[in-house]
């Protein structure tokens, strides 16, 4: 799998070599890179492209501006991006791999946290605004446009006055910890939905789920 991975990334190469972009895809889970920020609910959209990677035996690559990966499954490529500029530049990355893979705005997906959401609950979305994520904010910055596919994962808003930010970069608790794995797989579902179904059909089968 490395060697193959390897050979996807090399030289100015493109990740994949499929000329029919209706049917390559870039799958971008937003977080912070650093052992600080593992496992923590800010990082959930690492978490979940992560978890997908797992269950795929997919490799790694440290890339530009981010750690890639690909997935294929029925004649449909995913391109698995973590950026590595942080949370707050995460545009940056999700613009250079739109270009360079020539993704069109309709295939980007991008993962990612929620406070107004509870626990595990997902929402797909075709546009909206950035509701104050400091990440999608520069999404919008860097595409100029709102129109763009979101994943939101709900981390709930179970946190006291002035607490939010310990709250959002804080660890699960021992019941989130628990019933993590199946709303993990779940996610990965609905990411293998958007690329196989579309997004219309992933909504009405996933949102609120």
């Not at 193959?4 to 029919?20: A, E, H, R, Y």
């Not at 940056?92 to 595990?120: R, S």
Request: glycine fraction near 10%.
């Amino acid at each position: 799998m490395l060697s193959f991975i390897k050979s996807l990334f090399s030289g100015d190469q493109q990740v994949s070599t499929n000329p029919d972009p209706m049917k390559k895809f870039l799958i971008a889970g937003l977080g912070n890179i650093g052992p600080k920020y593992h496992d923590t609910r800010h990082n959930i959209g690492f978490s979940i492209l992560d978890h997908l990677a797992s269950e795929n035996d997919l490799t790694w690559e440290t890339r530009k501006l981010g750690d890639l990966t690909v997935y294929k499954k029925k004649g449909r490529s995913f391109i698995l991006l973590k950026p590595s500029t942080f949370m707050n530049l995460s545009g940056k990355a999700i613009k250079y791999w739109m270009t360079k893979e020539k993704i069109p705005a309709e295939n980007l997906l991008v993962v990612t946290d929620d406070l107004n959401l509870p626990f595990g609950t997902l929402r797909i979305k075709k546009k909206g605004s950035d509701g104050g994520h400091n990440g999608l904010k520069d999404i919008q910055q860097q595409l100029q446009t709102t129109q763009y596919n979101r994943f939101r994962f709900g981390i709930s808003s179970d946190f006291g006055q002035g607490q939010q930010v310990n709250y959002v970069l804080g660890k699960w608790s021992d019941e989130e910890r628990e019933q993590l794995p199946e709303r993990l797989h779940k996610s990965v579902q609905a990411i293998e939905s958007f690329g196989l179904a579309g997004i219309t059909e992933t909504m009405n089968q996933f949102n609120g789920k």
